[in-house]
């Protein structure tokens, strides 16, 4: 299955651990949808709610579609996402717990056209816990220049 990625919030690895990823569709207006092929989409403030049984994504940022004929919708308006009964369920029992939240990782669109959003059910990471994470992607990088230059 080949997925074409408009976006992805790289600071998500960076400031938490992620527990567990969930794919979700989106419910866009059709500007959105043509200004996420262009890939005018931002996650990095990004994260989603459970409200009265449904999940809602608060602060992603869409362009506006600068070709539109008619008037744009608000970039940073609250978008409806689309999940199965049971995956909604398992996210209200575990959002209950304290520290944890969903945020969003990337957005891309599968074969057949749609919008799909992969969010993570997150917890926070401590500043030591980010810097040896640092260091061990240090690590690895000097050990594969020392690699390709042996060879």
Known sequence: MSKKIVCKNKKAFHDYHIDQIFEA????????VKSLRAGKANLRDGYALIKNGELFLYNVHISPYSFATHVSPDPLRVRKLLLHKGELKKLIGKLHEKGIALIPLRIYFIENGKAKIELGLARGKKLY???AALK????????????????
């Open 25 to 32: 569709g989106m419910v866009l207006k059709g500007p959105e």
């Open 136 to 151: 061990e992607k240090q690590s690895h990088r000097d050990i594969d220049r020392d690699l390709r230059r042996q060879d």
């Open 129 to 131: 816990d980010k810097r």
